[in-house]
């Protein structure tokens, strides 16, 4: 990760601590990097360093916050796997809470079954969910793909 100099040493440590993997955290830097440029900071402006590390403290704070919440335990209960709870508070842009109701509400609709009977596998299935996919869009997948 050495391409990153200027990024808070400490704050890459504490992903670390949270279980994040270098496999993980290299393309998250790589993103907020590009973020960066996108928005008009290139790499000699002053305030590229403030901006990346404001959006680390907020990927840590909303990792903690579904950590502290019992969100985490709720997330492993429905299935989902623990890289991809840390992808979900890096990527997703649904609110953890809203991810959780649309995740039960697929499960309560039959519809996460019906996709798994078509084929598709279960991180298949949730990285739909995490999209924003609704009932009623997996619905019209099942449809379709049936």
Do not use: C, W
């Not at 928005?39 to 840590?60: E, H, N, Q, Y």
């Not at 991180?123 to 996919?133: D, E, K, T």
Request: charged fraction near 25%; proline fraction near 3%; hydrophobic fraction near 40%.
């Amino acid at each position: 990760m050495h391409q990153f100099l200027d990024i808070d040493r400490s704050l890459v440590e504490e992903l670390v601590r949270l279980g994040y993997t270098k496999d993980e955290i290299e393309p998250i830097l790589n993103a907020l990097e590009l973020n960066a440029n996108n928005a008009g900071l290139g790499r000699v402006s002053p305030k590229r360093t403030r901006f990346i590390t404001a959006a680390l403290d907020a990927l840590i704070q909303r990792f903690k916050d579904v950590l502290n919440s019992g969100q985490y335990d709720a997330f492993l209960k429905a299935g989902y796997l623990p890289d991809e709870i840390r992808s979900i508070g890096f990527t997703n842009l649904l609110p953890t809470t809203q991810l959780l109701v649309n995740t039960g509400l697929a499960y309560a609709s039959g519809e996460y079954e019906r996709l798994h009977r078509l084929g598709y596998a279960d991180v298949q299935i949730r990285s739909l969910i995490r999209a924003g996919f609704t009932v009623v869009q997996l619905r019209a997948l099942a449809d379709r793909v049936n």
